[in-house]
């Protein structure tokens, strides 16, 4: 009998006892699906290695080998459901250590794989896809290996579920929190040296190195292990020892606790000051909270919604009336509900995608602020409104929510014309339609530029929105790998050409009296109040727009920041999330003269 005695794995370690009966021909190389770089022991000590081929679970004849079938049987028999806590724990820790490793150490790619295709680590301004940085995406992957080496009666429902949930755990939580494990074990390990550290982002300098100088497998090891302590602590409350490191400053100590490119930090220090700046890095690492708007065509109370999500999913949505701040409060839209986690309910025990309420669109996920950008833009029913950068359509629905809350007598219909650059995205807001019942009789009229006989003309708009293109640096706690695919240059240079290219482009659509509102979900001033200064400083414009100001009680209610940190910009607003609890977002209105 021949034993398996030390199993290496991308898809587990020491799961399986391997058992061979083998006649007195045996040959060298043999082909098992499933297994990586086993090492097969027999009593001769002569040793033979499985590479990758089909999982077995029962005994059969290896007809499908490259091996004459009556040699001998292969019995494999699975010891997932009786291994101990602890080899259960190891298992998921080498697991997650295999995920990670191509995602901290990305191989250098050389010109003719990138050539056939293969994703790199590059970014669009547009898309901001960094394939190989993407933990989310080597999860993924890694759970699809670890579902297909599973049989029914190997782990029962319960076991893969806590077995996904721990993986999923070890491998976004180490990855996102790369700097500070990284730092961390460099510290207790005395290290010096930059050879083996893995990259923190598209703006790394050691990108696509192929750090053939360490053991790397080792280092992400550490590192989860460090996480899955760190875990632990967090829960528990204890001390965090990492704060007796030495740091050269602030802004090196608040990059590395809370895992976020150094660079981003200086940036928010220099606008908002330093306790500002750690209460948001602070928050960039927890989950944000759930706000849904509910839909006025479909749902005409909050009251009604609520009572269904609790009949129905046991679920406690609670209406808001605004965001508490230190020294003010915001006023938000009618429809905006909290979704409460308790006992009761939580994401993980039913999706919200699952909900009736959602399937039937009675309401959408949309944070408070993103809703906050539609108020601004004071649409009615009779409107004609473009939205300019629509994408998915969060808040094209948002638009026709508003306005059919809005309807009055009037006999002139509004109606909402979506536009996007990309037209894969304009083809799935459409396929939304139904769901939100914008194809419905009675519904604001919502058309795209995709469709027959739709173009968009100068001067044809009651209401212009340009949700533009930006660094998405007020959502980071919504992407938390995304800190990793920010670059300076894009959000200093790039991304502000890009939104003053868009903006001018999209003013031409705004009618006489008619109203421009600007807005990203960038927190910082290069996309928002630098644009917002060089859209105003172009020849012309003071004989063709005046600033649009937020009412004079908003602004004494419901002012996002003090009017000085806006350069006296009184029809500008940025949201943080350090200050009221939604994400960020910034907001920027015009009124076209006649």
Request: proline share 3%; hydrophobic share 35%; aromatic share 8%.
């Amino acid at each position: 009998m021949t034993r398996v005695t030390d199993y290496r794995s991308t898809l587990a370690t020491d799961a399986f006892l391997i058992f061979f009966l083998f006649s007195s021909t045996i040959q060298s190389n043999l082909h098992c699906e499933g297994f990586i770089a086993a090492r097969i022991t027999r009593n001769d000590k002569r040793v033979f290695q499985i590479r990758s081929g089909r999982r077995y679970t029962t005994n059969r004849t290896l007809e499908s080998l490259p091996i004459k079938p009556d040699i001998f049987k292969l019995e494999l028999k699975a010891h997932l459901c009786n291994d101990s806590n602890d080899q259960w724990e190891e298992r998921m820790r080498q697991m997650s250590t295999d995920a990670l490793i191509p995602v901290l150490y990305p191989a250098k790619i050389d010109t003719k794989t990138r050539a056939r295709g293969t994703p790199t680590c590059t970014t669009s301004l547009y898309t901001s896809s960094a394939t190989c940085l993407d933990a989310e995406k080597a999860l993924k992957k890694m759970l699809r290996r670890y579902q297909q080496s599973l049989s029914e009666e190997d782990t029962s429902f319960e076991e893969r579920q806590k077995s996904r949930k721990r993986m999923a755990d070890l491998v976004l939580g180490t990855g996102l929190m790369r700097i500070r494990h990284w730092h961390y074990y460099k510290w207790k390990n005395q290290i010096k040296s930059k050879d083996c550290e893995p990259i923190f982002g598209l703006s790394s300098t050691n990108l696509n190195s192929a750090h053939d100088c360490c053991d790397r497998g080792a280092v992400v090891r550490a590192m989860v292990d460090l996480h899955a302590d760190y875990m632990i602590h967090t829960d528990d409350g204890e001390k965090d020892e990492i704060q007796s490191m030495d740091f050269d400053s602030d802004a090196e100590r608040i990059s590395i606790v809370y895992s976020l490119p150094r660079f981003f930090i200086d940036m928010l220090i220099d606008q908002y000051g330093l306790e500002i700046t750690e209460k948001t890095a602070k928050i960039f690492n927890k989950s944000g909270p759930i706000t849904i708007r509910r839909n006025e065509i479909k749902c005409a109370s909050d009251k009604e919604l609520c009572e269904r999500l609790l009949r129905e999913n046991a679920a406690i949505a609670v209406p808001l009336e605004g965001l508490p701040g230190k020294e003010r409060s915001i006023f938000i839209p009618n429809g905006c509900l909290r979704l409460v986690i308790n006992d009761s309910w939580s994401p993980s025990t039913t999706s919200i995608w699952s909900m009736q309420a959602w399937k039937n669109g009675w309401f959408e996920v949309q944070d408070a602020g993103s809703q906050l950008i539609v108020k601004a833009t004071e649409a009615n029913y009779d409107d004609v409104v473009v939205d300019y950068c629509a994408g998915n359509g969060g808040k094209t629905f948002a638009l026709a929510s508003q306005m059919h809350e809005r309807r009055g007598e009037s006999d002139i219909e509004g109606s909402i014309i979506a536009h996007d650059i990309v037209e894969d995205r304009l083809r799935q807001l459409k396929g939304s339609f139904e769901r939100t019942g914008i194809s419905a009789e009675g519904a604001i009229s919502v058309s795209t530029t995709i469709d027959q006989g739709i173009h968009l003309e100068a001067g044809m708009a009651d209401i212009v929105l340009v949700d533009a293109p930006c660094s998405s640096t007020g959502v980071l706690r919504r992407r938390p790998s995304h800190r990793f695919k920010l670059k300076e240059a894009e959000i200093m240079h790039q991304f502000p050409e890009i939104q003053l290219k868009v903006l001018k482009e999209a003013s031409s659509l705004v009618k006489p009296r008619g109203n421009l509102v600007y807005a990203t979900c960038s927190i910082l001033k290069f996309e928002n109040e630098d644009v917002v200064e060089k859209f105003e400083s172009q020849s012309g414009f003071s004989s063709t727009w005046e600033p649009w100001a937020f009412d004079t009680l908003e602004d004494e209610e419901n002012a996002i920041l003090d009017v000085a940190s806006l350069k006296k910009q009184v029809h500008c607003r940025q949201l943080l999330p350090a200050q009221y609890g939604s994400d960020g977002f910034f907001i920027a209105r015009w009124r076209r003269l006649e």
